[in-house]
């Protein structure tokens, strides 16, 4: 009880022959103040935050922490290189000339997914000792070799109308873009890398160069 008879003595007498607005300034002051109260909080630096990991105690541990390094960053590349991240591709696959090009086959059904399919298919008819069968397996050969090129054809105009809009300065080899276009086409959808960003009927938006 002393100290705090003493305490508002105190105010009381620093409020002595002050302003009424500013001896109910001091008194609030001296209510709500705390050393260090209203400055930021500094902030921890990453190295702060993350514990140092002591050093490996035999060579044995040494190895297997650097599997596991490995392990953790081939993983880390996978997924990167699946969600169509940049730093992650390979160079076949990087540039925003080859990514329009990967949205634009993924965006659309193409015939040559049904190729190896329908190559498997036919080689076991051809097997089959009759000629009528074997006629038509050849036949079916050539109409599902003629439908691949035609949408391939397809495929190489459209994408050269997008470059060319999109990227009239680029330095990428149309012929390169085509031969991309054409064996991502024939690749089954779920075998793509990187994997398809967009559905089926989505519209192709071009990201900047």
């Known amino acids: 009880m002393p100290l705090f008879s003493r305490k508002t003595t105190d105010v009381s007498a620093a409020t002595t022959g002050a302003e009424p607005e500013a001896a109910s300034e001091i008194v609030r002051a001296s209510r709500s103040h705390t050393p260090g109260k209203g400055k930021a909080t500094p902030k921890r630096t990453e190295a702060q935050r993350r514990k140092a990991e002591p050093p490996p105690a035999n060579r044995r541990e040494a190895m297997k922490r650097s599997r596991e390094k490995m392990r953790s960053e081939r993983a880390e590349s996978m997924a990167g290189m699946k969600a169509g991240d940049e ?14 090009v990967r949205d634009y086959v993924d965006s659309r059904r193409t015939v040559g997914t049904w190729f190896f399919g329908g190559a498997f298919l036919i080689f076991f008819l051809i097997q089959v000792r009759d000629p009528r069968i074997a006629l038509a397996a050849n036949i079916i050969w050539l109409l599902l070799a003629l439908a691949v090129i035609v949408d ?9 109308k997008l470059i060319k809009a999109n990227y009239p300065k680029t330095t990428q080899r149309m012929g390169s873009l085509y031969m991309y276009a054409v064996m991502r086409g024939i690749t089954f959808r779920r075998m793509r890398m990187p994997n398809p960003q967009v559905k ?10």
């Open 87 to 100: 730093r992650f591709l390979l160079p076949r696959d990087k540039g925003p000339e080859r990514r329009l």
């Open 152 to 160: 391939s054809i397809l495929i190489c105009r459209k994408i050269k």
């Open 200 to 209: 089926i009927g989505d519209p192709v938006v071009p990201t900047k160069a």
